[in-house]
Structures are given as C-alpha cells and as structure tokens.
C-alpha cells in the first residue's frame, strides 16, 4: 500500500492503524496526503498521561472507525461474492490491479443490472 499512497497528492486516507509509519506519514505530509487512522497507544507514556489523552484519543478513533465501517462493509460484501482473497496467481502490481478491477466490474454489473 505504501507503493499507492505515495503516488496520490492532496488526499485524506481512512486506514488502519497497521499503516502508522512516522516515516511515510512525513514523507505524505509534504504532498498534502494525511493518513488518518485510530489512534496507536504509545509505548512508554505515562498512565497519568494516557488517561488525561483518553476521551479525546476515543473520540478520535470513533470518528475514523465511523468513517471506515462503509469502506470495511463494501469490501466484506465484495470478498464474500466475488473472492477477492484468492489472488495466488496474481505476480505483480499491475496483475493485481487488473484483478481487483475485473472482480469489481463485475460486481457492479451484477449489483446494477440484476
């Protein structure tokens, strides 16, 4: 994924907190691509802090799980009609991409005309 998010400017991405990365949240910084994501605890912060942080730390992780659950349910719907998961014979990125793309052309087919 690091691959795409570094070829998009001006953009807000919804992700998981699997994709905190200091570093490629500065390098995206500076092309005006923010990755928004639940928060991460922090290891090593202090209790004290921690439970001062955590209603707005909550709040904030509401809101970006709020936006995602659409995102998470599409794809569920996606991976349980048109078995996206089993891509073992895809060998590159553009292979990927024409994968994700046939499987989702004949979603929408499917969902618009039947």
């Known amino acids: 994924m690091k691959e ?11 992700a998981d907190k699997a994709y905190v990365d200091s570093e490629l949240k500065e390098e995206l910084t500076q ?4 990755i928004l994501t639940p ?5 090593g912060e202090a209790e004290a802090v921690s439970q001062f942080l955590r209603a707005g730390r909550d709040l904030w992780s509401s809101a970006v799980s709020s936006v995602r659950q659409g995102i998470e349910s599409f794809f569920n719907w996606l991976g349980e009609h048109f078995d996206l998961q089993h891509a073992s ?3 590159s990125s553009a292979g990927l991409y024409v ?13 618009f005309y039947s």
């Open 4 to 14: 795409i998010f570094r070829a998009l400017d001006n953009r807000l991405i919804f």
């Open 31 to 34: 092309k005006n691509v923010w």
């Open 39 to 43: 928060y991460k605890k922090v290891k």
């Open 89 to 91: 014979k895809v060998r």
């Open 99 to 111: 994968f994700v793309l046939a499987r989702l052309s004949a979603a929408i087919w499917i969902f």
